[in-house]
């Protein structure tokens, strides 16, 4: 008796994971303080001037998510991403030769956001979808743990070829990378609907009717603007970003400030984080298809709060400061998860890519404002601890907002036509 096949969405989940890895947001957020030491050393520039650079980064790609909504939901996940990973790839390889001025540092991590949007889990949110339905959240929760494992990979690998080769080369090698391994593999394996690849549509939420597509089903986006869940699950994103990036931008230059390791020690401590990244999001991306959201959801969310209650106590990398950057890294896993499963699960198909462009660009608002805000209050205390506090409520805050969400309507669940 032969084997059963391997469903071909899957192909399509391990490409977008790979993918992933080296989308604009993971490239550039994950490796933004290495990079910033890097140029200290080579040019003098503080941190509080750079860190303007993350925030110009976030605020681009902010601007350009609703033009990538757009986009997908008129030329397909597929030709979205092919369009990005080539863009993004020429911008980095040209950002090796051409960052030569705090001026132009701004520049090209504008141009970053802007371009990288094209890249990041946005532009797959449909396809995958269109793909998944009664394993949707373990299938999201797999490809997006890619940004995990980039987060992984890329601090320690972009530290150990800027102290061997220097900093333009780790650019260089970045572009390398989409162009040898992303590129291909979004050609061969993303694929817009099972119809599109001649396959039939194998994970149905109703088993009876596998061998049949589904239709789109849901709400527009002026029916989701009428949803109570639409804004408190804006406002939740936007508190997610805040806090998560106000401490990924500045996590570096606090813990050189406080003496509490070595930068390889610290590139260290945020692979570590990116590989619980992983976890959490395939551990979240289970429990999210079996238990309530919003509980599920609020679990994931405090482990940021407990990972910054250790955060006010680490002077030196050892075992506490691990601990701080698996429930760190945990937390954001989940977090990733929870937006994309929020939107599928409360607005349906119809116009997923547009309603999760209004929530992407909450988080990413919150994002931008979370790092010069971090760094303002930073410069303001003698202490971190009012800053990390500061967190720390917000953090609560969100999860609050999560558990007043009521049940989801079915509507994101296909419809099949009758016999």
Avoid at 58 to 73: E, F, Q, R, S
Avoid at 337 to 353: E, P
Wanted: hydrophobic letters at 60%; aromatic letters at 10%; charged letters at 10%.
């Amino acid at each position: 008796m032969s084997a059963r096949p391997v469903y071909r969405g899957w192909h399509m989940v391990g490409a977008v994971l790979v993918a992933l890895m080296l989308c604009g947001t993971t490239t550039i957020v994950t490796t933004f303080g290495i990079v910033t030491a890097h140029l200290t050393r080579a040019f003098g520039w503080s941190q509080g001037a750079m860190a303007s650079a993350l925030s110009l980064f976030l605020l681009a790609t902010t601007l350009a998510v609703p033009v990538v909504g757009i986009a997908v939901d008129r030329f397909g996940s597929r030709r979205t991403a092919m369009a990005g990973t080539l863009a993004f790839a020429a911008l980095l390889a040209l950002a090796g030769g051409g960052i030569t001025s705090l001026r132009g540092l701004m520049v090209f991590y504008a141009l970053f956001g802007a371009v990288g949007a094209f890249t990041n889990p946005i532009v797959y949110i449909k396809a995958l979808s269109a793909w998944f339905d009664r394993r949707r959240g373990f299938a999201l929760g797999l490809a997006v743990a890619g940004q995990g494992v980039g987060g992984a990979i890329l601090p320690m690998a972009v530290e150990s070829i800027s102290e061997a080769f220097g900093w333009r080369h780790a650019f260089h090698a970045l572009a390398a990378g989409l162009i040898l391994l992303v590129l291909p593999l979004v050609a061969l394996f993303v694929r817009d609907d099972p119809a599109e690849a001649g396959v039939p549509f194998a994970d149905a939420a109703d088993p009876v009717r596998i061998d049949q597509p589904a239709v789109s089903s849901g709400l527009t986006v002026a029916q989701a603007l009428r949803t109570r869940a639409f804004w408190i699950i804006i406002a939740v994103f936007l508190l997610f970003g805040m806090t998560s990036y106000a401490l990924t931008a500045n996590f570096v230059a606090l813990m050189l400030q406080r003496g509490a390791g070595t930068l390889p020690q610290i590139a260290m401590l945020s692979s570590i984080a990116g590989v619980a990244m992983i976890v959490g999001r395939l551990v979240f991306g289970w429990l999210l298809d079996r238990f309530p959201v919003p509980i599920v959801g609020a679990g994931g969310v405090l482990c940021a709060a407990a990972a910054l209650g250790i955060l006010l106590r680490i002077d030196s990398i050892g075992v506490s400061a691990v601990t701080m950057s698996v429930l760190m890294g945990v937390a954001m896993g989940a977090e990733t998860d929870l937006l994309s499963i929020l939107v599928g699960r409360y607005f349906g198909q119809r116009a997923i890519s547009r309603i999760y462009a209004w929530h992407n660009v909450s988080f990413l608002l919150g994002a931008a404002m979370g790092p010069p805000l971090f760094a303002m209050l930073l410069g303001r205390f003698a202490s971190a601890d009012i800053p990390i506090l500061t967190l720390i409520a917000l953090v609560i805050l969100s999860a609050a907002l999560l558990l007043l969400l009521r049940s989801p309507r079915l509507v994101d669940r296909p419809r099949y036509p009758s016999s």
